[in-house]
């Protein structure tokens, strides 16, 4: 069905590896020390700045008695910080685990109780988010590390600035010997259905995704610019726009703020990325929004249906024409968003599917190889297989279940002995997704396994109904669901965001149902059509359907 799936012994990676010296010192060792390895804002760091910096981190951690394997908290914004204290960490043995900038104390409380984690690293922005928390929740912590300015309150007093830590200490930092197949990293799940789950991640995992997916998918050299709008906490944000640039010598752009279009667009100008990567949710963001004072366009509010000019400028748009190639995650990327990004910008964008758990993308479109509303092929080094409720494999263009297997699938889930068993079986790991696979090799997603809807005994993908509602032009995005009507079978029902300036009325939603109708079979229609500002998402952009469906649940 799929090639062979690719070993970290068989990529040449040795039995003793650290990879904080692969990605950070074996650039400066090749002879690209000097070249940009970070940009953000005004600073400009060169691969041997960040190797200074790794060194120092390390020599600081060290001095704290952070020992090999002890757990270091990263809950920092994006920016040379992050890099210096994640690969910091690495380097001397010590795991990092990037924390989501997002989330409410009550998540931190979880994670530090979880973890026990010696030292927390944390941007002076983000203080108040664990200030609050009860002495109990921290008890594992020795230290707590302020990148920024911390203020001079009582509270504040015993917090040790980074800067100071690290100014004395050495530039040279001998690495700890770690196995390939030690752990390197952990990183938190988004928790959509429960409590966050550490994802355990060994020594060379970020390597096998490197040159399986930044190398084989992206083609990345180090002439390139990497901008990601998902962040370096998320697993989709460190390829992007750490260790994809970091594995060449490219240069990764990092913006600490908030990821509105505007910031987007100023950021893509003024840096000039060649590679940029978002979600769908930032993409749609990204055409609802013009440049101030230009004249509307298709797609921005509404208009008569017409083409996208061919070529726009800057006065005219947003240039993006810096940007070969951009990539989609996270979820499915209706086939509207594409064909009006490409459009209006001319750029295509690669659409995958990767989890928290494989660290990265394993199934993609590539360049010259792309199918609007397909998550693509299998990633070289991967192996997939369709299975259906009892296991059995399942025919061409039928729904089954997603197993993956790849060298980058993280060991386990940390204090999450039966959910591991129930997610890793040998060397597969069960996604959770819903897919078809056609004759082509290329998979579409047909949702989540506890999303999909048996409508008169045939299975409705809510994707698949989202994908149509994207392409009205009054409908900014949505989230189908199932409801049960008055004989308790369940029917779609639609919960829709409008474009701005737009009003939720009767007539307009039987004119999505009908807009739907038109387009898939009728089964498939929402039977209902309610009308939310916006639709509950996790920190990552995903849409929260257990909260559609409680919703759903009190208005039946």
């Not at 002879?31 to 200074?52: H, K, M």
């Not at 504040?156 to 930092?173: A, N, Q, T, V, Y």
């Not at 703020?257 to 910031?263: A, K, S, V």
């Not at 494999?393 to 204090?415: F, H, Q, T």
């Amino acid at each position: 069905m799929t090639a062979s799936a690719l070993t970290a012994a068989s990529l040449g990676i040795p039995e003793r590896f650290n990879a904080a010296v692969h990605f950070v010192d074996r650039n400066v060792a090749e002879g690209r020390g000097d070249r940009v390895a970070i940009e953000c804002g005004d600073l400009r760091l060169t691969y041997a700045d960040v190797l200074r910096d790794v060194n120092r981190v390390g020599h600081a951690l060290r001095r704290l008695d952070v020992r090999p394997e002890e757990r270091v908290l990263l809950l920092l914004l994006d920016g040379p910080a992050f890099a210096s204290c994640f690969f910091g960490a690495i380097k001397i043995g010590a795991v990092p685990v990037p924390l989501n900038t997002l989330w409410k104390p009550a998540d931190y409380a979880h994670v530090l109780h979880d973890s026990r984690a010696a030292v927390l690293i944390i941007s002076a922005e983000l203080l108040p988010q664990i200030e609050g928390l009860p002495a109990d929740d921290r008890r594992s912590l020795r230290h707590i590390i302020v990148v920024g300015q911390a203020g001079s309150g009582p509270s504040h007093r015993s917090f040790d600035p980074l800067d100071k830590l690290i100014g004395d200490e050495s530039p040279e930092l001998e690495a700890e010997s770690t196995s390939r197949d030690a752990p390197a990293f952990w990183l938190y799940s988004s928790g959509s259905t429960g409590a966050p789950k550490g994802c355990v991640h060994l020594q060379h995992d970020m390597v096998m995704c490197a040159e399986l997916f930044g190398k084989g998918i992206l083609g990345i050299g180090p002439d390139d610019r990497c901008f990601s709008v998902a962040k370096l906490f998320f697993a989709y944000g460190l390829g992007n726009a750490l260790y994809f640039p970091f594995s060449v010598g490219a240069t990764a752009i990092h913006w600490p703020g908030p990821p509105t279009p505007q910031h987007v667009y100023a950021v893509i100008e003024r840096h000039r990325p060649t590679l940029f990567s978002s979600v769908p949710t930032g993409y749609g963001m990204m055409l609802a929004h013009t440049r101030p004072g230009a004249p509307p366009r298709v797609g921005a509010e509404l208009a008569p249906p017409e083409p996208w000019p061919t070529k726009v400028g800057p006065r005219d748009d947003f240039d993006l024409s810096s940007v070969r190639l951009a990539v989609s995650a996270g979820e499915a990327l209706p086939p509207a968003l594409y064909e009006r990004f490409k459009q209006r910008f001319g750029v295509d964008i690669i659409d995958g599917i990767g989890s928290t758990e494989a660290l990265h993308m394993f199934i993609s479109n590539r360049p010259g190889a792309i199918r609007p509303g397909s998550s693509g092929q299998i990633v070289r080094g991967y192996e997939a297989r369709l299975l259906d409720d009892d296991g059995q494999r399942v025919p061409p263009m039928e729904i089954g279940n997603l197993w993956v297997k790849g060298d980058s699938v993280c060991a386990s889930y940390w204090n999450q002995h039966e959910k591991t068993k129930d997610t890793i079986e040998g060397r597969w790991i069960r996604t959770g997704d819903k897919y078809t696979r056609d004759d082509d090799g290329y998979f579409w997603y047909a949702g989540r396994s506890d999303d999909m809807l048996k409508v008169g005994g045939q299975w409705v993908s809510p994707v698949e109904v989202e994908n149509v509602l994207a392409a009205h032009v009054a409908v900014l995005e949505s989230g189908v669901v199932g409801h049960e009507d008055r004989d308790g079978l369940v029917k779609p029902m639609a919960f829709v965001v409008l474009r701005a300036g737009l009003a939720g009325t009767p007539e307009l939603a039987k004119e999505l149902q009908q807009f739907v109708r038109e387009r898939v079979a009728d089964y498939k229609r929402p039977r209902r059509v309610e009308f939310l500002p916006e639709l509950p998402k996790t920190a990552t952009g995903k849409i929260q359907r257990f909260r559609l469906r409680a919703l759903a649940e009190r208005q039946t």
